[in-house]
Structure formats: structure tokens, C-alpha cells
């Protein structure tokens, strides 16, 4: 999906087949004295309990779990020390859940059971779960964030105008440092299933994110404006990115990610809105992608809105099963085409390493590197890159425009320097 940053306070991205915005503005935390009214335990002989399910949550998969959910939240949130808030087994249907800090103490949001995301889109003014202004945060557990896609994915315009409706994303998390994220399932986003903005420390592990492939800008997990973020050990399959790198990110690195189907890994897409800042440090390994649109991908708008700088880019033992795009650079990203192409980008990237690349195509073109003709690709390393097209009636071929840089040890077909 195609990224960009409307704003320096909050933005959300779209990628794919086409980039909207939505992310409603909110301030900056402020100081633990003015502590938002979600924060303070709920009154009553429930007072302090931070069990759904003993908060009249019933996990029938009907009943409107809404309130339990936000009253287990606010007692965990509102109590010093470590706080779990307990999703017992069972299928438990909710609205809108928005969970603010800052906390008095740490959370752990244990998930043991199944949320399922109302499809009632009148209920939303925003997203589903949306955590925010919270520090030491957990979310663990062997259960699932059903956002039951399927039954509004009809709604989603944003493939035919910029300015749509964008539906609920799943799990947002927002200005929160030193977060794990770890065990959970990810079903049937209605937009995005993760957008991790403004974040600080996040790590990501042994997630499994699952949605059909032809589903509507459902990106697995998206990232802007965050640093020192790791994602591992997780099995992502999509309609849209795997995972998606936006602008103002840094320190981001991914490992042990299985991605299919999907359109790959992606930075990007860059330069869409004004005052995006720049990428750099992001690290790639050990990832295997399994017939996605793309591989490993770097993307920018020709008609850029902002300056900035893709840097220190590195893509290091990945393996390619029947990707149609294995490595592609595109500085000329124009998703259906609803967009200008007028050469004037504003987007420079540099320093990017691509070693140990291998695998299969489903395309000749294993190896696509289109750059701005005003702006060329500098600094590029190609180191054993050796992808081959799986068809019979092709040779492998890279395509390489305005692309300067190093080949070393890759197929004959693939050196582009």
C-alpha cells in the first residue's frame, strides 16, 4: 500500500491500489496530572476488576462486549504497579475500543479469547482497538482480533479516488514506547490490521496476520514515523503489503517474517504528502516470500509533495518462491494510475544493499530498479542476487534505469552495473 504523511501529529496510510488518509489529529500526551477520565477505575462493586468476564462481558459472540472491555481497561490503566486485562476464552463482540494513557502503572492485555470487530460501521468514528499515550504496554496471548472484513470490504472506494472513506484498521497503537505485541492472531482487517505511528521500542513477535489475497488495502503491519522497531517471527498473508515502511520511520528491523500472499515488503510509498520525513537504518533478513505481487520493494510518487531521503537500506538473505517483482526500486509508483506523472521527484534514495537474494520469478523481470532520471539511485549493492524467472519462454532479465551502484557474484542477467 502507498504511504504518505498528511500531517507531523498523526496520519494513517494507504498503500496498494490507492493512498487515503485517516487518522483524526490529537494532541501530545500531556503530564500525569491531567490523566484522561478512561484512566480512573469505573465505580461499583466491579471497581478495580479488569476481567471482561466479570464485567458482564459474554463471549457469545452477540452480546456488545463494548463497555466491559473499555471498563477492564480503564481499571487496569487506572492502577499503579503491573495490571493484566484478562479476554478469557470465548467470542466476545465489540465497538470502537479506544484504551488512553498515560497509565499509572504497566499494562498486559492477555488475549486469550476472540474479539470480534463490529460490523456496524455507523459505530465508528475512527478505528477498532486504538491504544495511545501508553508506555509499557503487553498485548499477548494465543487469541484473535477477528475485524470480520468480509462483511464491509464492499465498502472500500479507494481504489477509484485518493479522498475516500477508509474503514476501521484493527489494532492501532499510538505514541506507545517500549510495547510488545506477541502470540496473537490478526484476522480479516477491515482496512490495515496493525498501524504502529509515533511508537518508540515496539517489538513484534510469533504474530500470524490472515486475510484473503484479493482483500481491499488490508496491509499486515504498517509503519510511520516510529523507531527502534522489530518485527519477528511472524506469518503474514494479506490482500496488500506484508509489512509497510512509511515515511519519518527509522531503526526498523525485521527478521524471520513469512509473507504470501501479498504484495511483499515495502518502503514506501514515499513523497505522496507534504512534510514527510526521511527513512533510514531499516534492516531486512531472513524472510521468505511466497508468490506476492512483490518482494522487496522500495516505492515513490514521480510527482513527489516533499523532499526527503530513503537511506541505509539493506536487504540481506531472502528467499523468493514464485514472486512476480523479486527486487524493485519504483520512483514511479502510480497506483491505478489516479495520480501525475511529471518527472518532478523530490525523493532521493541511496545505500541500498541487496545480498543473498535468491529464489524463483513468476515474471523475466526479477530485478526492477526505475529510478528518477532527476533524482538517480546512488550507492546500490547487488551481492549474490541470483533470482531466477521459473517460466519457459523468457530469459531472466533485470530492467535498470538511472540506477548507479555495485554488482558482485550475481547471475550474468541480473548485474545491472
Not at 531521503?309 to 523468493?320: G, V
Request: some cysteine.
Amino acid at each position: 500500500m502507498a504511504l504518505g504523511s498528511i500531517s507531523t501529529l498523526r496520519v494513517i496510510f494507504i498503500l496498494g491500489m490507492v493512498v487515503c488518509a485517516a487518522h483524526a489529529g490529537k494532541p501530545a500526551p500531556k503530564g500525569k496530572e491531567e490523566k484522561s477520565d478512561s484512566a480512573a477505575a469505573p465505580s461499583g462493586d466491579a471497581a478495580g476488576s479488569s476481567d471482561i468476564s466479570k464485567l458482564g462481558a459474554k463471549g457469545d459472540g452477540k452480546t456488545d462486549c463494548t463497555k466491559a472491555m473499555n471498563d477492564a481497561w480503564a481499571a487496569a490503566c487506572g492502577k499503579e504497579g503491573a495490571q493484566t486485562l484478562t479476554v478469557p476464552k470465548g467470542d466476545y463482540l465489540t465497538g470502537p475500543l479506544n484504551f488512553t494513557g498515560p497509565c499509572k502503572g504497566s499494562v498486559t492485555i492477555q488475549l486469550d479469547g476472540n474479539l470480534l470487530g463490529s460490523t456496524d460501521l455507523s459505530q465508528y468514528k475512527g478505528n477498532w482497538i486504538e491504544i495511545e499515550h501508553v508506555d509499557n504496554l503487553v498485548i499477548t496471548g494465543k487469541g484473535t482480533l477477528d475485524g470480520q472484513g468480509k462483511k464491509v470490504w464492499d465498502n472500500n472506494k479507494c481504489a477509484q479516488k485518493y479522498d475516500c472513506k477508509i474503514l476501521p484498521n484493527s489494532l492501532v497503537l499510538d505514541y506507545v514506547n517500549n510495547g510488545t505485541v506477541s502470540g496473537i492472531t490478526l484476522l480479516n482487517a477491515k482496512f490495515f490490521h496493525m498501524n504502529v505511528f509515533q511508537c518508540k521500542g515496539m517489538m513484534i513477535k510469533d504474530v500470524t496476520i490472515t486475510a484473503p489475497g484479493d482483500s481491499p488495502n488490508t496491509d499486515g503491519i504498517h509503519i510511520g514515523d516510529s523507531s527502534d522497531v522489530t518485527i519477528t517471527g511472524t506469518t503474514i498473508g494479506t490482500g496488500d503489503d506484508c509489512i509497510s515502511i512509511g515515511p519519518g520511520s527509522t531503526g526498523i528491523n525485521i527478521t524471520g517474517v513469512t509473507c504470501g500472499p501479498g504484495h511483499g515488503i515495502s518502503v514506501g510509498s514515499l513523497g505522496r504528502y507534504k512534510d514527510e520525513k526521511d527513512v533510514t537504518d531499516i534492516n531486512v533478513k531472513d524472510c521468505t516470500l511466497k508468490k506476492t505481487s512483490n518482494g522487496v520493494r522500495i516505492k515513490s510518487y514521480e510527482d513527489a509533495a516533499s523532499t526527503l531521503t530513503a537511506s541505509k537500506l539493506h536487504y540481506e538473505n531472502i528467499a523468493m518462491d514464485d514472486v512476480a517483482n523479486p527486487v524493485i526500486i519504483d520512483m514511479k509508483y502510480c497506483p491505478n494510475k489516479i495520480c501525475t506523472k511529471n518527472g518532478a521527484s523530490k525523493v532521493t534514495i541511496k545505500d541500498v544493499t541487496f545480498k543473498n537474494i535468491t529464489g524463483t520469478s513468476s515474471t523475466p523481470e526479477a530485478i526492477s530498479l526505475l529510478c528518477s532520471e532527476k533524482l538517480p539511485c546512488s550507492g546500490v549493492t547487488m551481492d549474490n542476487v541470483k533470482v531466477e524467472y521459473k517460466g519457459t519462454n523468457n530469459k531472466t532479465m533485470a530492467v535498470c534505469q538511472n540506477a548507479k551502484g555495485t554488482a558482485t557474484g550475481c547471475l550474468k542477467e541480473l548485474a545491472c552495473f
